[in-house]
């Protein structure tokens, strides 16, 4: 009888100690899922901040570089029209004056050519500088071609270009922001990199056109993140990002720099 | 096919130690605690059968196979968890379950002499606690000791359940008694499985030449 009895009392703990057993283990899951949830939500959440953030600082570098264009803008007719045509606004009043000699005469109208002559020439530039109408009619390849030779001509630079790529003109768009980025770092080549000679390429690897610049100038620190946060190269990444391309950017202090792109 | 079953895995077993103790001595350390609860259950297996085989009764082993599998495990968790309080929470379960387990040793010695219920399930529970919380913590994570976490569970939601009903299967006829081993064996088999496979992909050295 009381053998029995241990025995059915064996029973009952087992049976207790398993339900037991599944129920924590039960509990312990369904924490779990409900952690895993919500860790991987908040996951979700912050790339999704951090993308938001990315897009934020790139509309601002838009917007602080349209207005650094126009203040250029604005430098550019002041400086080289405007006060031409001041000039040549005083120079018709004195005209006007009476009493004018002959000679005077000549001089003044001659003054008033030569400074219209000018300012037709310099907002002639101030147009091309905004869009080089070679660009806009032949194409990109025309484009960086007349960059290079107003590069070579106007700065003591070298410039070797080459391309193996036939650019459609229907992409023209696209094709805007490569010149912009060309221009730019040939801009900072000069400005800050002091190069003397600047090796342009267009490849195409397996369908993918890509660009390949060097220059031999300073240089920087490409891994110091202060570098990476000026207003050209935020300009540039927020281009090459409306190409869907890839940016590698590679320099070191003293051996120029060495920028590969895709678009 | 028992003995098939019984004794690859003592082979697998055995070749797990070997490969995690390479490995430990190598660059590429394995955790120390793991190589321990490795060589631990690798002496513990040779003790039983050969208890076994001098027809003692190593029921005994059992119960000190849980306890310690639970402090090496635990302690091996506590190693590769990183944040603080769940640090803690594995070094205060591990201190409760051994007080709780210390105290039932004092009040009822024979407990330990045959399947301990309550020993049996609050180990498993822990090290699954354990097991569980790495896995959260792997979610967003590198995935390390992936593989033995996952047949670390598995086996012990299987062989907890086995080991609890153990007590009344002495009491059954020798044909029907062993099946519930025999099905033991087979995921303890399983288990060493995912934890070889955890080193192929862990630490084998020929993986990285092709990397």
């Known amino acids: 009888m009381s053998g029995s009895l241990t025995y059915e009392k064996e029973i009952v703990a087992i049976i207790l100690y398993t339900s037991c057993f599944f129920m924590i283990v039960a509990v312990f899951l369904v924490a779990f899922f409900y952690f895993s949830r919500k860790k991987i939500i908040q996951k979700e959440v912050e790339k999704r901040d951090l993308e938001i953030h990315l897009q934020k600082e790139q509309l601002y570098a838009v917007i602080i570089a349209q207005e650094e264009e126009r203040k250029r803008i604005a430098q550019d007719l002041h400086d080289d029209i405007s006060s031409k045509l001041n000039i040549v606004s005083l120079n018709t009043h004195l005209l006007s004056s009476p009493n004018l000699t002959e000679a005077e005469t000549i001089e003044i109208t001659d003054n008033i050519i030569n ?149 | 096919m028992d003995d098939f079953l019984i004794y690859s895995g003592y082979l697998i077993l055995l070749l797990n130690l070997i490969l995690y103790t390479y490995s430990f001595f190598r660059k590429e350390k394995a955790n120390v605690f793991f190589v321990l609860y490795l060589a631990f259950i690798t002496i513990l297996q040779f003790c039983m059968e050969l208890m076994y085989h001098l027809r003692m009764n190593n029921l005994f082993f059992v119960n000190i196979f849980f306890v310690g599998q639970m402090v090496l495990l635990g302690l091996f968790y506590h190693s590769i968890l990183k944040l603080k309080t769940q640090r803690l929470f594995v070094k205060l379960g591990l201190g409760l379950a051994l007080l709780v387990l210390a105290v039932q040793f004092m009040m009822d010695y024979s407990q330990f002499l045959k399947f301990n219920l309550l020993e049996i399930v609050i180990t498993s529970l822990l090290v699954v606690f354990f097991a569980l919380m790495y896995l959260y913590n792997m979610l967003t994570d590198t995935r390390q000791y992936y593989y033995i976490t996952i047949g670390l569970i598995i086996y012990l939601l299987v062989s907890t359940v086995l080991f609890l009903v153990g007590n009344l299967t002495v009491g059954l006829s020798d044909d029907l008694k062993y099946l519930t081993w025999r099905l033991n064996a087979f995921f303890v088999l399983t288990s060493y499985l995912f934890v070889l496979y955890e080193w192929k992909v862990s630490f084998n050295p020929a993986k990285k030449i092709n990397s």
Request: aromatic share 8%; net charge negative; glycine share 6%.
């Open chain 1, 115 to 263: 400074l219209t002559a000018k300012a037709l020439e310099n907002s002639r530039k101030i147009a091309h500088n905004l869009l080089p109408p070679v660009f806009e009619k032949f194409g990109l390849n025309a484009g960086v071609e007349e960059l290079c030779e107003e590069f070579e001509s106007s700065k003591s630079v070298k410039i070797n270009y080459k391309n193996e790529i036939d650019f459609e003109d229907n992409n023209i768009d696209r094709h805007l922001h490569v010149f912009r980025i060309l221009q730019e770092l040939m801009n900072n080549s000069l400005r800050h990199g002091k190069a003397t000679e600047i090796n342009i390429a267009f490849k195409n690897n397996n369908e993918i056109n890509t660009c390949t610049y060097q220059d031999n100038g300073i240089g920087f620190d490409s891994k110091n993140a202060e570098n990476q946060k000026g207003l050209g190269m935020k300009n540039i990444d927020s281009r090459i990002s409306f190409l869907n391309g890839t940016l590698k950017i590679d320099s070191e202090i003293g051996s120029g720099i060495a920028v590969i792109f895709t678009f």
